[in-house]
């Protein structure tokens, strides 16, 4: 029902139980080898597609979504990466969910 990732002092230290949290998935994507020579060819503002993930809230319910990653995003003298979250299919009974980012 629960998974934390790491050492859980965050969690005592915020007075965060497991009941206060409801669902926490992990999700990875590794841009590595042919993938990464692609990434780093790219031309400002395209971007390589991560696979379609399934994040699992109940057996009936769903909520499909994909990443898209560019390697150059601004065409001045510094360029910068940027990582976006696109949601493919998302529960009309759902009003809001948040997502967090380590990279």
């Known amino acids: 029902r629960l998974q934390f990732v790491g050492d859980d002092s965050f969690w005592r230290q915020h007075n965060i139980g497991s009941d206060d949290v409801k ?3 992990l999700y990875r994507w590794k ?3 042919a993938e ?3 990434f780093k060819q790219l031309k400002s503002r395209e971007y390589i597609q991560s696979a379609q993930y399934t994040y699992n809230i109940d057996d009936d319910v769903q909520i499909l979504f ?6 150059k995003y ?3 003298n510094k360029p910068k990466c940027a990582l ?4 493919d299919e998302f529960p ?3 009003l809001m969910i948040r ?3 380590d990279v």
């Open 23 to 25: 669902h926490v998935a």
């Open 31 to 33: 841009i590595a080898d």
């Open 36 to 38: 990464y020579d692609e």
């Open 66 to 71: 994909h990443l898209e990653c560019c390697a």
């Open 74 to 76: 601004a065409d001045n």
């Open 84 to 87: 976006f979250l696109h949601i």
């Open 92 to 94: 009309a009974d759902i």
């Open 99 to 101: 997502v967090s980012f």
